[in-house]
């Protein structure tokens, strides 16, 4: 089977469109001109690891050891503030009761107030209870730097409490997760800048890092009992809304870029960044009403221009790639307006609102960030990365679906919690195959097709070593079916996925007559899905099964050779030499002109026998004179027809086939059809035998033949070269026999 090409008109353009330097750039020629050092991408890897850890220790020690009060609030459905808990022995006696104000050294009084829960200004809807929120936690955080806060329950209880650090065991499991989770997204860019430097990858990097900043604030938001720096907590909603911003446009421009450049690039990004940069300045310097509306709407067309962006268009080749990433950004947006509409219709309901702050937002934040962990790895990534993207995106949206049953439908909280938990599961097992669809394996064949499909192709090329890249390349085809299969002549030292799974390098296996190259794929099952690690292993598990079963055939083929050169000589030396004695003692000129021919018979079987293969024009001459002379001793006349595009070595297997169906049908011919002449037509072109053997006998009515051993013979051995036979009659007299079968093999 052939390489698939893609279909007519459309494969041709679709071929011609293509750039020739992705075939390059598969294979490696771009890192050999510029020296690939694995040393020092991994030094400069180490150097860019320590400084984003270097970065996190420092915030964390920075939070660590920031003065705070060791209190966690609760929010009763009437708004009240009580006491949840306390690291404080002091404080045990006031949990669960009802707080009334804060009073701290300076005698400033805080009324108790939702605004003292730890969620950020971010993602609250209310322009004005956003002012008073960040008013008064900027306010703790200068409060915290006193000596002592005076704590006022209901029923007159007042507990003194002295403000003192966290600690790094203070943090809290979700401020480490947070920050570790930052840490690794922090590394990833580093990977992608290192391993493919440019525009693309220095805009994943903005994009990565803007996400590593919310990931940090989320986690000191996390962090248990009262206290912030006060700088921190007043430039809390700037850095957010900032990085909102710089994500959005990255994230258009980079797809403007990746994974293929759109025309105007240039100008489009310059508009989306002055676009996106006007509006940030807007919201920072003047503060419109609806700040969060305008923030929101900021980030959800930036998204849906990116998801634009990446639709497949006529001019440009099919790239699964892009269709990947168009469907991973639009579940992105998706899950951020479920979200959005989620705090919407929370209005001003407290608890609902603030379980939005606190648990929605820091879901959705992960699922953006593993989203993009997952984006420059997409064929690289195992399953555990996506399945912590798919938990991810099920938890928002179950978050989201909790929330939203709360504030509209007004359901009791168990309830509403298993609405959300039985959609979302729905949503996880629709969305579940789909992704590992496009992600996964090949497992389009079954293991009997498989092993049928390698043992062929094993066959193949101990036959035509010199048509390995051929037979290898249609047996990639039938295993991945991929949009193109072309060879190239650099050679790889093993199985590669580069183009980010849009393309497979595949070496040719190193056999005695095969050229160094390689056969490049582009885009699996037919540009619906990417190459994955997965479907590089497997290929380089067919590759080692493939040498192996060459090498078997080999072994077997030269014993094989062996005992046919040990029966020839036996023949020669023992038939040959009575069949000889024989001639010498014949008593009559005609037994004796018998016998000569015979040992002309034997002679020709015992030199195709010990031969390891025959040219086909040689063996045509053979061919043409044995049946010469055996048709004129009957006094038949010969027309003999021979054509080949090309010259052709036949192997043992080959030549002793059709040597013995053309003596079987001239056979036929001598023995039952009393025939005057006989025609025989050989042709050989683009691999493909057609011989035609007709004569004027008697023979009529082939389909009634009874099929011995002479007929079942040529049957046989027409179905070992892979081709068919058939009989016919002639207009006026005689049969004609045709034979049809595929011959490849090398050029001499």
């Known amino acids: 089977m052939a390489a698939r090409p893609p279909k007519s008109a459309e494969g041709a353009a679709l071929e011609s469109r293509i750039d020739s330097g992705w075939l390059e750039a598969a294979v490696g020629t771009q890192a050999r001109q510029r020296p690939h050092r694995p040393a020092d991408h991994a030094r400069r890897l180490l150097l860019l690891g320590l400084l984003g850890a270097a970065v996190v220790v420092l915030w964390l020690r920075l939070l660590a050891g920031t003065p705070h009060l060791p209190l966690t609030w609760h929010l009763a459905g009437d708004g009240a503030i009580t006491l949840g808990a306390s690291s404080d022995p002091a404080l045990q006696s006031a949990i669960g009761h009802r707080l009334q104000a804060l009073v701290p050294a300076d005698g400033e009084r805080l009324e108790a107030s939702a605004a003292l829960l730890p969620r950020s200004p971010r993602w609250i809807v209310d322009d004005g209870e956003r002012q008073q929120h960040q008013a008064l936690r900027t306010r703790i955080g200068e409060v915290v730097q006193q000596p002592q806060v005076l704590l006022q329950f209901h029923h007159d209880l007042q507990l003194t409490l002295a403000p003192r650090p966290r600690g790094l065991a203070g943090l809290g499991a979700l401020c480490w997760a947070v920050c570790a989770l930052a840490l690794a997204l922090y590394l990833a860019a580093a990977v992608v800048l290192l391993a493919q430097p440019g525009l693309p990858a220095v805009l994943y990097g903005v994009l990565a890092l803007s996400q590593c900043l919310n990931l940090l604030l989320i986690g000191a938001d996390s962090l248990q009992g009262m206290g912030l720096p006060a700088a921190l907590v007043r430039g809390d909603l700037a850095l957010r809304l900032l990085a909102a911003a710089v994500a959005g446009a990255a994230l258009v421009h980079v797809l403007l870029l990746y994974p293929q450049r759109l025309a105007g690039a240039r100008w489009r990004a310059a508009l989306v960044w002055a676009l996106v940069g006007g509006v940030l300045v807007w919201m920072l310097s003047t503060p419109p009403a609806g700040l969060w509306w305008w923030a929101q709407g900021l980030g959800i067309a930036c998204g849906l221009t990116a998801a ?241 079963a ?177 009989w016919v009659e002639r207009e006026g007299r005689g049969i004609r026999c045709e034979v049809q079968a595929p011959l490849s093999g090398d050029t001499p």
Request: with cysteine; aromatic share 6%; proline share 3%.
């Open 308 to 548: 634009a962006q990446l639709r497949q268009r006529q001019d440009q080749p099919v790239n699964p790639l892009a269709r990947l990433l168009q469907r991973l950004v639009l579940a992105g947006v998706g899950t951020l307006l479920l979200l959005n509409l989620a705090i919407a219709a929370a209005g001003r309901d407290g608890t609902v609102q603030y379980q939005v702050a606190t648990i929605g937002s820091i879901i959705w934040v992960v699922f953006f960030a593993s989203l993009l962990m997952l984006g420059p790895f997409l064929s690289r990534s195992r399953q555990v990365l996506r399945e912590f993207m798919l938990l991810a995106g099920v938890a928002t949206v179950v978050t989201s679906l909790d929330l939203l049953s709360l504030a509209i439908l007004g359901l009791q909280p168990l309830t509403s919690l298993a609405l959300a938990v039985g959609l979302s599961l729905a949503v996880y097992a629709l969305a579940r195959p789909w992704i590992h669809g496009q992600l996964a394996g090949s497992g389009a064949l079954s293991a009997e097709r498989m092993f049928d499909s390698l043992y062929r192709a094993a066959r193949e090329l101990e036959q035509s070593p010199g048509q390995a890249g051929r037979q290898l390349s249609a047996l990639l085809c039938e295993v991945f079916d991929p949009l193109q299969a072309a060879p190239t002549a650099r050679a790889v030292s093993r199985v590669r996925v580069a183009a980010d799974g849009a393309t497979m390098v595949v070496p040719i296996p190193r056999l005695a007559g095969t050229e160094p190259g390689a056969i490049v794929l582009r885009h699996a099952r037919r540009g619906r899905r990417l190459f994955t690690q997965q479907d590089r292993e497997l290929c380089e598990q067919l590759l080692e099964q493939l040498r192996r």
């Open 550 to 726: 060459v090498a078997y055939d080999r072994a077997v083929e030269h014993g094989r050779t062996e005992e046919r050169t040990r029966i020839a000589q036996d023949l020669h030396d023992d038939i040959g030499a009575r069949l000889l004695t024989l001639m010498y003692k014949a008593p009559n000129a005609e037994i004796e002109e018998y016998i000569r021919h015979t040992l002309q018979d034997l002679k020709t079987l015992t030199r195709g026998l010990a031969a390891s293969s025959h040219r086909l024009s040689h063996a045509a001459a053979e061919w043409k004179a044995d049946i010469t002379q055996r048709l004129s001793a009957a006094g038949c006349d010969l027309h003999w027809s021979f054509s080949a595009d090309r010259d052709l070595t036949l192997t043992v297997v080959q030549w002793s086939a059709l040597t013995r169906v053309l003596r079987e049908l001239v056979n036929n011919i001598l023995t039952h059809a009393q025939a005057t002449q006989v025609e025989i037509v050989l042709q050989f072109d683009r691999d493909h035998l057609t011989l035609s053997v007709s004569d004027d006998g008697n023979g009529r009515a082939p389909e009634t033949w009874s099929h011995g051993l002479g007929l079942g013979g040529v049957r046989k051995r027409v179905k070992l070269l892979g081709g068919q036979v058939r």
